[in-house]
Every structure is written in C-alpha cells, then in structure tokens.
C-alpha cells in the first residue's frame, strides 16, 4: 500500500504545491484543515481516494493525534501573518508547531517537514519571528532529525505579494510601501514545495534557509513587477516611524469591530520590515539539495498578466503598435 502523509494547512499557498508533488509521487495524502469543504479543489490532484481533506485545530491536542494516527510522514505548513482571534502567534507557531512534533513521535511518524521562515529569532523584536523561532525549538525538541525550511518571501500565482501590489497599482498615481530599501530574496512557491518533498521522502534532514537567485530591495521588487504589468507608478517609502502610528491606529479599529475590518499593515510586520529577509552565509540551502530556484522573471509574467491595461491581449496590441511604427508609451 502507497505511504500515507498528513500535510497540516495542505490546503494553504505551499502545502498544495506540496500536496500536488506528493500525489504524483503515489502517497495517500491527508489533508488536515479547519474547513475541509475549503480543500476540496485538491482532491484532483491525484485518483479517487488519493487526497482526502480532514477536520484539525492543531490547538487540540486530540484533533492533531486523529489527523496523525497512521501516517508515515507529517508537514506542518502552518502560519499566521496577523493574529485573528485565538488563533495567535504563540498558539499557531510556537504551541501547534511543538504539538504537532510532540504527537508525530508518539504516533511513530518516521519523517517531519516544517515550514518556518527566515528571521525566526527568539530576539527578535517582533512577534511573529519570535514564535517561529520557539516553534522550531518544539519541533526539535521531539523531533531531532525533522527537516526544517525557512523560505523568503514566498512567490506564485497564488501569493498575497505580487498579486496585493498589482492590484494596489491600478488605483491611484503612487505605490506606498514600508521598508523600501529593506532587502529580499523571493523564492517561488513550486520550489519550497519540492525541498519539503525531499524532507518527507527521508532524502534530506536539518534546516535549509530558502531564496531565489536574486536578492532585491523591496522597492527594487516593485520595480520589477511594475515593468511587468506594463504600468508607470510612483513608489513612495513611508518612514517606518509613520508606518508603525498607522499599523497601532489600523489595530485599535480592527479590535473595536471584532475583527470585522482589518487594516494592511500591523504593528508586527512594521517591525519584521525593518530587517532584511536573505540567506545567511553560512546556512544550507537549495544548492545542498540539488534545487535550482526559479527566478522572479521567469515566473512573474504567467500570472501577473491580468493587471496589464488590456489584459491578455497586452503583447498584441503593442505588437500592433510596433508595426505601425509607433511606442509603447
């Protein structure tokens, strides 16, 4: 019989493109999520029966061990970027992280993958790095020999970056950001998707930090996807003093209406803005798993095409441009 792998969030930005590479492998896939109708979509990914989505709040200590029981190997692709009621920092990233570790090793998981991210430091100033980085710390405390992956910013036709600022661009003249000279090193989606399929298979073992082939600035980042949809924008860096007033201001709102209304930016991320977000020196990456990652360039252009001014058929009309002798302008 195929292996059986539980996939915590497989239903999220990275666990599905992991949950696609393990179902062409031939594993039976258990996808564990809060709202199985929500991962439905996934069950093409492989025959009838292949990928089944579950019930699981990895805040329950039972639901966690029914979504473990029998499987050969665990992920847990489970983050939060903005805390949304109980589901906190530290409950999500530090406590759901040591859980899910904690109940693999009793439940004889023979291989753990987890996804935390570049940054996690239990000195950081920010929360959010804070709690990944205690979340590691639970991992390895049952979990020794689990593979653990700290991507950069994440890019795909699904991500919340490239697509959130394309669609920013098409109102108004200008591009606000915070921390846009702050330095990153994207990596794409399919990429982080198949190191965590190395870390299952039992090919690879110990913390890989994640980037793509080229390091930018944010703003530089922004320039980059401007040229690609074909739009002209002023990009204005917000100072982090004025970006940390508006997060604290966009909170109180977002407390006083239960959660209703959420602004773009909070205090948090405020803080994770102000630190570069690369591949250290000395740490194992991509090139110790044999992985070349995809560039920006490379990947960009299939899904950002839908913000061009005409769409699809942006190519054509400038072709149609050149040959009556005029400009893209």
Known sequence: MSKLVTIFGGS??????????????????????????????????????????????IRDDNSV??????????????????????????????EGAERIARIAKEENVGTLVHLSAIGADAESSSEYAQTKAAGEAGILEHFPDAMILRPSLIFGPEDQLFNRFASMSLMGPALPLVGAETKFQPVY????????????????????????????????????????????????????????????VFGAITFATAGLFRGPITRDQVENLRHDNVVSEDAKGFKELGI????????????????????????????ARNLRGGRYS
């Open 12 to 57: 999220g930005f990275v666990g599905r493109y992991i949950a696609r590479r393990l179902a062409q492998d031939g594993w039976r896939i258990r996808v564990a999520v809060r709202n199985p109708n929500e991962a439905l979509f996934l069950r093409p990914y492989g025959v009838v029966g292949q990928v089944v989505p579950v019930f699981c709040n």
């Open 65 to 94: 061990r029914e979504a473990t029981r029998g499987a050969d190997a665990v992920v847990n692709c489970v983050g939060v970027l903005s805390e949304i009621g109980a589901n906190t920092f530290s409950a999500v990233q530090t």
């Open 292 to 319: 070349v990652p995809e560039s920006l360039e490379a990947i960009l252009p299939e899904y950002l095409w839908r913000f061009r001014p005409s769409g699809q058929y942006d190519a054509i009309k400038e072709s």
């Open 189 to 248: 989606v399919d990429d982080v998707a198949a190191a965590a399929v190395m870390g299952v298979e039992g090919k690879a073992t110990g913390t890989y930090e994640l980037g793509g082939p080229d390091v930018d600035t944010f703003r530089e980042l922004m320039q980059q996807m401007l040229g690609m949809i074909h739009r002209r924008k002023m990009i204005v860096n917000l100072p982090f003093g004025i970006a940390k007033i508006m997060a604290a």
